[in-house]
């Protein structure tokens, strides 16, 4: 029994490398979406100004957070998964999970460049925002 358990574990494992080696793929439309293939196979399309995240092949959304860190150096990035009622003593069904390292960076250069544009159109104008949007797109 033990040589089975053991051979589950390593194929787990070698399982997980794999998974986490595969890249990301993570790619912006300029304005507030980032979408990015997670190991799982799954896209998932991420919205910085409404704060959700989309699974456009299922259809479902979460809800995403953004936590500044204690000293701002740092942000972290994290999307509510639903799990059983009661557990780790708690009454919530939601916890919050946290998206890859190079996704939280993404997700905040998308946050501060819609940031840095809206502060822009509240001081010229819709106008600009939306010039300044199809500059943005040309160098891509």
Known sequence: MGFKKGRAARAAA???AVANSK???IRH???SMVTYDAPNGSSYTIDVELMIQRNPSKGTSRNVHRHRGHVGRWTMWQYEAERAEGRNYTHSKTTLIQYPK???FALEDRYQALRA???KASQLGEPVMD???ATDAWRL
Do not use: H, I, Y
């Open 29 to 31: 439309d300029c304005t």
């Open 14 to 16: 070698e399982r997980a």
């Open 131 to 133: 010039r300044q949007r």
């Open 117 to 119: 544009l809206q502060a």
């Open 102 to 104: 190079e996704v939280c």
């Open 23 to 25: 890249p990301l793929n």
